[in-house]
Nanobody, 122 residues
Framework: QVHLVESGGGSVQAGGSLRLSCVASNFGACEYEMYWYRQAPGKGREFVAGILSDGTLSYDASVKGRFTISPDNNKSTLSLQMNYLKPEDSAMYYC????????????????WGQGTLVTVSS
């Protein structure tokens, strides 16, 4: 199974910036979509941004224009540049992969990292 490690979280004031990284390893023979999700205390896990199977970059409306997702050239690292941070962006941020490609890739479980904590103070 894909192994994911997130880093880059921290504490910043509102209006500040952080850059999160997700390093992926142990890829199988499938191709993978990669995503960032977040979960605030007492809330469910929600989609933030992702790279879809056709290469399209997708963002939740709450972060569009402030966050930028970017893979490295070999697609083993996915970064999330977060600018103009708001207190409501405070959450644990998780990286996720979903396999696609050959039909058997549908059976490959999604992989999640352990998360990195972002705290934005007002």
């Amino acid at each position: 199974q894909v192994h994911l490690v997130e880093s880059g979280g921290g504490s910043v004031q509102a209006g500040g910036s952080l850059r999160l990284s997700c390093v992926a390893s142990n890829f199988g023979a499938c191709e993978y979509e990669m995503y960032w999700y977040r979960q605030a205390p007492g809330k469910g896990r929600e989609f933030v941004a992702g790279i879809l199977s056709d290469g399209t970059l997708s963002y939740d409306a709450s972060v569009k224009g402030r966050f930028t997702i970017s893979p490295d050239n070999n697609k083993s690292t996915l970064s999330l540049q977060m600018n103009y941070l708001k207190p409501e962006d405070s959450a644990m941020y998780y990286c996720k992969t979903e396999a696609f490609g050959e039909s058997w890739c549908d059976e490959v479980p999604d992989a999640w990292g352990q998360g990195t904590l972002v705290t934005v103070s007002s």
